[in-house]
């Protein structure tokens, strides 16, 4: 039987994983940047192994800057804006793009929007002509709408509604921001989604589409200069829109907050737990905390804590257990441990208590050197293997700078992961593993046998 692991990564590779790829000084790859008047930032990175070339442009908006009672309208925009943009018409977009050999697509998560398009570096100015569209002169025809609104719909029942893991995501997610709009789903709530109007997506479009709101990416076989030329021309003279309106600030948390969910289509039972916490850019933290998930349970592992206290031995209670670190966030990070109990019948209250040991041996005694060493090792080992991936290279720096870190934070973040003493991880571990800091839930077959509490 496979268990799945328990959502909570971030749309494309971890930012955390993907500031690591700067591992190897002598491989790292040239990167020229420059800024256009309007408030364009571009980032060339230099790929010459193949003769072809990404395109992203990532939008510093997402799903954290919807109004309440809208949920949703970013990633619904997102859909609208292949419906027709300036002389390109609905289906213009992926059908170019398909006929020129590349391949598109695009995504929306809290923080950004991006567009990706990978296709031969001779078509790059197609790509920013239509791409300039996009940015400055959508249209769509209304008719249009209510069927992107079937296709999200759709989706969600897909990916979220059938499936309890994913609906017990939302409920903890929801249940550990008090105020900040990360409680709200990307793709949006199922009643807010139907409400939506295109009145309202254009609304949204026109507060925070622009060139002052995007950051342009290009990775591969091409010359700097010559992006920047194009650049300039298809990008230079678009107008800029206002600044990004504040988001809501999440206040302090003082109590532990406890979900239990039960649904029949539950195979095995999931006990989750869910810290908010600092993000990658801390420079104090970040790194630690993304190695802490590491030493605790990383899917790639084979020697974790968690993996030894709950997995390990014939009385073991679980079939899986990992921890996660999800720092790329602007505003707040989100460290989460998850195990999958054998079956039904083990006690969800000893796979806590053993979590919660494991925690506190952690915050007393911090890792041994032998244990951090390995875990740096594996984050930087794995993450340069991805240098080979075009995709990555570009996604490693636009991720970061659409949620506000910089060219100097991604270059510096290897040698931060490499500078982490044990202290610092134990310090991280006692700052931010607190439990009024998190929730905790139990999601369940409707018929669970009786809990039993466990003596410390």
């Known amino acids: 039987m496979q268990t799945r692991i328990p959502p909570g990564g971030s749309l494309f590779l971890s930012l955390a994983a993907c500031l690591a790829l700067g591992t190897a000084a002598a491989a790292a790859p040239a990167v020229t940047t420059f800024n256009l008047d309007n408030g364009l930032q571009g980032v060339v990175i230099e790929d010459h192994r193949a003769p072809a070339a990404t395109h992203m442009m990532w939008y510093k908006v997402g799903a ?133 109007s295109l009145e309202k997506a254009l609304e949204f479009y026109h507060r925070h589409y622009g060139p002052n709101r995007a950051v342009l990416v290009v990775a591969g076989d091409v010359d700097p200069e010559q992006v920047e030329a194009w650049a300039r021309e298809y990008y230079g003279a678009l107008k800029p829109v206002g600044a990004r309106p504040p988001r809501a600030s999440e206040p302090p948390s003082y109590a532990a907050r406890r979900i ?94 053993l979590v919660d040991r494991e925690i506190a041996r952690m915050i007393a005694e911090g890792p041994t050197e032998e244990e951090l060493a390995r875990a740096k090792t594996l984050i930087l080992s794995d993450a340069l293997f991805t240098q080979d991936n075009q995709f990555h290279l570009a996604e490693r720096y636009g991720a970061a700078l659409a949620v506000g870190r910089t060219i100097e934070e ?5 040698d931060r992961l490499r500078a982490v003493t044990p202290e610092q991880m134990r310090e991280a571990a006692a700052r931010w593993l607190k439990i009024e800091y998190s929730v905790t839930g139990r999601l369940q077959t409707p018929q669970q046998p009786p809990q039993t509490e466990v003596a410390p």
């Open 410 to 414: 991604v270059e510096a973040w290897p």
């Open 64 to 196: 954290a800057d919807e109004e309440p009672g809208f949920s949703g309208v970013a990633h619904f925009l997102e859909h609208l804006t292949f419906k027709g943009a300036g002389d390109f018409g609905s289906g213009d977009f992926s059908r170019i793009i398909a006929d020129h050999g590349g391949v598109d697509n695009a995504g929306t998560t809290h923080e950004y929007t991006t567009y990706y398009q990978r296709i031969a570096p001779q078509w790059l100015p197609l790509v920013m002509e239509m791409e300039a569209a996009r940015m400055s002169s959508l249209r769509v025809d209304a008719a249009e709408v209510e069927t992107e609104r079937r296709v999200v719909l759709e989706e969600r029942m897909s990916r979220v509604d059938s499936d309890p893991v994913e609906r017990f995501g939302e409920e903890m997610k929801a249940a550990l921001y008090k105020n900040h709009r990360y409680r709200t789903p990307a793709i949006g709530w199922r009643h807010e989604i139907e409400s939506l």
């Open 260 to 353: 239990e969910m039960r649904d029949p289509r539950v195979v095995l039972p999931l006990f989750q737990r869910f810290y908010a916490v600092a993000t990658t850019a801390d420079p104090q933290d970040g790194p630690a905390l993304a190695l802490l998930a590491q030493i605790f349970g990383s899917s790639d592992s084979a020697d974790s804590r968690l993996r030894r206290a709950l997995i390990e031995g014939e009385e073991a209670p679980a079939a899986y257990a990992g921890a996660r670190y999800q720092g790329e966030m602007a505003d707040i990070g989100t460290f989460s441990i998850f195990v999958f109990p054998k079956d039904a019948s083990v006690d969800m209250t000893l796979v806590e208590d």
